[in-house]
C-alpha cells in the first residue's frame, strides 16, 4: 500500500483554496492508502506567530481537518512538533542541501520581503523534505506551488541514498491541475490567501452564511455579462473553478450547464452551493471542537503512530551517518 503524507499550516483561518486544493484532495485518497496528515507548526513559526493563538489554531486546524472528510480510522493525524523526529533528519538533511538550492526558493523570497530574513525562513525547505521523507512516502498530494519543494524533497533523497546506500523514496508529487491554485476573489491574478489584506479575497471554512454570500456577490468579474464557453477572464474563470470543484464534476461540464447565465445568477448559484457544503462542514467542525477529549485522543494516537513509524527511518539514517553508538564500551 502506497504512503500518502501532506500538511497544513495552524496559522491564519483555513479558507476555501485550502479546501480543494488539499483537504478535499485528502479525502479521495485516505482509502486506498496510508494516509498521514500532519499540522506543520514548526514551519507556521518561520514568521511572527502569537503563542496563545497558534495553540487554538493546532485544534481549530485538526477539528477542521476532521470536519472536512479526514477519517481518524483510516488516517492518522498528528501535530509536527510533537515527533522530534522531524527535526533530527532536517539538520541530517541540512548538512547536504546547497546553499543554492534554497536561494531559488521562491516561498523564501516572497515571506522575507514581507516578514524580514531569517535561518528558519531560509532552511524550512529541507525540514519539509524531512517531513516527508521520514515515512518513506510515495505522494504528496499539494498545489503547484509547493511542488518546487518536493521537488527537493527528491533531489535530498537521490543525493542522501547515493552517499550513504539506500534508504529514502523518491517521493512524487499529485497535483489537481484545474484545481492547484484557487485565486483570489479581489484579485484573481494572487492566489487565495490566509494573510491577505482584503479580507474579500478569500471565502474562509467558518465564515457565516451572509459573510459568504457577500464575497461572492462582490467577486471581482470583468465587463462581459453571461457565462460562455471562452471562460471569460480570470475572474469568472476562477469562479467557475471553485464551482466546479463544489459540484465535483468537470470545468467543461459547468460551462456547459451555466452557458447563458448572467453573472448575477451565476453567482447566486455559486453562493448557494459553497453556503450548502461549509454549513455541512461547519456543523461537524463545531461538535468535534467542543469534544475536547475525542481530538485529543485522535492527536495523541496521530503522534505515537507517526513516532513509531518514523523511528524506524532515523535508525537507518544514524547509522548511515555514523551518529551514536552502535554498542557501550566497557
Known sequence: MKTIFSGVQPSGDLHIGNYIGALSQWVSLQDNSEAIFCLVDLHTITVPQDPKILREKILEVAALYIACGIDPKKAHIFVQSENPNHTQLGWVLNTITPFGSLERMTQFKDKSQKYGENAGLFT??????????????????????????????????????????????????????????????????????????????????????????QKIAKAVTDSGSYISKDKGSEGISNLLVIYSSFKNQSLERSISELEGKSYSEFKSLLADLVVSDLSKIQEKYNEIRTDEKYLTQVLDEGRDFAIEKSNQTMKAVISAVGLGRTATSH
Not at 138 to 152: C, F, I, S
Request: proline letters at 7%.
Open 124 to 213: 524550512y525547505p529541507v525540514l519539509m523534505a524531512a517531513d516527508i521523507l521520514l515515512y518513506l512516502t510515495d505522494e504528496v498530494p499539494v498545489g503547484q506551488d509547493q511542488k518546487q519543494h518536493v521537488e527537493l524533497a527528491r533531489d535530498l533523497a537521490e543525493k542522501f541514498n547515493s552517499k550513504f546506500g539506500p534508504t529514502f523514496k523518491l517521493p512524487v508529487p499529485v497535483i489537481q491541475k484545474e484545481t492547484s491554485r484557487i485565486m483570489s476573489l479581489q484579485k484573481p491574478t494572487s492566489k487565495m490567501s490566509k494573510s491577505d489584506s482584503n479580507k474579500n479575497g478569500a471565502i474562509f471554512l467558518l465564515d457565516s452564511k451572509d459573510l459568504i454570500r
